[in-house]
């Protein structure tokens, strides 16, 4: 059985999210609760925050199995490019200068490992 949870519209660009969530692909919830934890990056806290929420999706659908955190594993976790926020800002000679402020969509999906 496998649970999925989103963040959406996260205010981090897309690429440091991605460094955060190489750390933790593949591994299982309480090993990569414990790196997100020591990870000095903003991201690590959404993404710790998702992870959470997955977990208890997962619980929330099994319900009264007997399952450890230790036996759940991070199957899928991906980050998707949000809608950037434009802004702009007076530059030289009277031009404007874009400045992007990107989203991000995170997806991660645990499952059982049986």
Known sequence: ????AKARYVRISPTKVRQVL???????????????????KRAAKVIEKTLHSAVANFFAKEEGAKISPS??????AVVDGGPALRRFRPTS???VGRI?????HITIVVENKE
Do not use: D, F
């Not at 036996?71 to 899928?76: N, T």
């Not at 992007?100 to 991000?104: H, K």
């Open 71 to 76: 036996q759940i594993y991070i199957k899928h």
């Open 93 to 95: 000679m009277g031009r």
């Open 1 to 4: 059985m496998e649970a999925v």
């Open 22 to 40: 190489n750390l933790i692909k593949n591994k299982n919830v309480e090993e990569a609760a414990t790196i997100l934890h020591y990870t000095p």
């Open 100 to 104: 992007r402020r990107r989203t991000s």
